[in-house]
């Protein structure tokens, strides 16, 4: 229902602006193929200036840019996304370190257990 709704603005407004309505016409498409997010009444988020999009952190912020919009970012930018890019890689990697000994630790103590138990 919405959709048609938006189609229906579309083509009304469309015969007045003409050009610079087309380039919002194109951040209204980005803004369906991502996903929906809900912030907290009390935060300010940092809004994504080609797409609108509003990421609650930095490093969120930073990591959207380079993923989504990589060609349009200057050097700053696209070096801030490779740190930012790197940092998430390194905690990520910590991450599943940490889960692989959780479940090694599991499973050794399920084995332990059931030798007692089975003894
Ligand atoms: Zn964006």
Request: proline share 4%; charged share 30%; hydrophobic share 35%.
């Amino acid at each position: 229902m919405t959709g048609v709704a938006d189609d229906d603005v579309d083509s009304g407004t469309d015969v007045e602006v003409g050009n610079d309505f087309d380039s919002d016409d194109e951040f209204e498409d980005s803004d369906d193929s991502l996903p929906e997010t809900e912030l907290p009444a009390d935060a300010e988020p940092l809004t994504c200036p080609y797409c609108g999009f509003d990421l609650p952190e930095e490093t969120q912020y930073r990591l959207h840019l380079g993923l989504e919009h990589y060609g349009r970012l200057d050097e700053a930018e696209q070096e801030g996304f490779k740190e930012s890019y790197r940092s998430e890689n390194d905690a990520l990697d910590r991450f599943r370190i940490i889960a692989l000994g959780g479940l090694v630790l599991l499973y050794f103590g399920f084995l332990v257990v059931y030798a007692l138990l089975a003894a």
